[in-house]
């Protein structure tokens, strides 16, 4: 019997340019908080620094804060950008978090998306998957390094001299790590080649969803070559983008909120640019007209809870399985359509999957079959208990 799917929300986050970014903060928490409410396995959060949009600097803060205001939920950063950052000082960090939160952590891993981040720095993008490799394999080798080892490392960027972490994780062995892939297939080979988990956030890019049937092979055949077992298929995280609501119409019209401003920033600051034009007869589409457009295209689910269930379904099967979907958490929707998108999720999709359904189907259909049955004896001992009654207080008159 193999695990039932895991669900998370993938919170870059995305929030237009023109509001308050500590409301807009605020509401990432408060999401946080909601999902874990409502069920929801896993909640991500990014690393970005410039484009003004996705306004996350430091996941790990963040998580701190998170983890504090709610109980079950896990909570991953989507990514920590390695070229960014020494890598000890990002496995010191990881092994307080991990402390704090009693190891609800998941440390994702990344070369860093934009552009403008690694160009205020200095970064090339050229060099930044080169750099995030290198740094990865530090953070691994002084996680699993024995207790009276010390490493020592030396690139064009970090130095490890004598390293070891002052203290060990609270998770045993280390924290989950995992490896972000987009397009290029430099993630699957690093998660395949040195034994993380992989987080697969193509989804809303084009080309991104044609890959994903090719990008598990990817993971097997590193993993192969580096002499490691296997690697299980519950260990990929897949992103998808979903909008729920009662109706598909009410659906479409809830994302007239913000669906295009979220293509316009892509094409003007994003990684890879979304087409952010559909053709309306006048070359000027209304809002409604480009979320239906785009929803037809097929790479997202703008529906409801049955559209997602069939969404879903797509997925798994053109991938092959995986383990955890993740949700992209936009903006697409006001903030109350966008909570009554995950409540009908957590509702009506998850325990699809989970396999909550079906035994309480089958405990009302087996109780319905017996109603003649059972209603019988039970009105008899109505009928008893009440003429007892009755008996009695005749007696006592």
Known sequence: MTAPLRFGVFITPFHPVGQSPTVALEYDLDRVVALDRLGFDEAWFGEHHSGGYELIACPEVFIAAAAERTKHIRLGTGVVSLPYHHPLMV????????????????????????????????????DQRRMMQESLEA?????????????????????LRDAALHIRPYTWPYPEISCAAMISPSG??????????????????PGGFAALENTWGVVTEQARHAGREDPDRANWRVLGIVHLADTREQAIDDCTYGLQDFANYFGAAGFV??????????????????????AAKGNCCIGTPDDAIAYISGLLEQSGGFGTLLLLGHDWADPAATYHSYDLFARKVIPHFKGQLAAPHASHEWAKGKRDQLLGRAGEALVNAINEHTGDSGERT
Do not use: K
């Open 273 to 294: 640019p979304l087409s952010n034009s559909v053709d309306g007869g006048d070359g000027t589409p209304s809002a409604r007209e480009f979320v239906a457009e785009y």
């Open 188 to 205: 699957p080979r690093l998660a395949g080649a040195l034994g993380t988990s992989l987080l697969s956030l193509s989804m809303s890019i």
């Open 139 to 159: 953070i691994l080798a002084l996680f699993r390094a024995a207790p009276d080892e010390r490493i020592t490392r030396q690139s064009d960027w970090f130095t």
């Open 91 to 126: 496995a010191d960090r990881w092994v307080l978090l991990d402390h704090l939160t009693r190891g609800r952590v998941m440390f994702g891993t990344g070369p860093g998306a934009l552009p403008s981040d690694a160009y205020m720095m200095g970064i090339d993008p050229v």
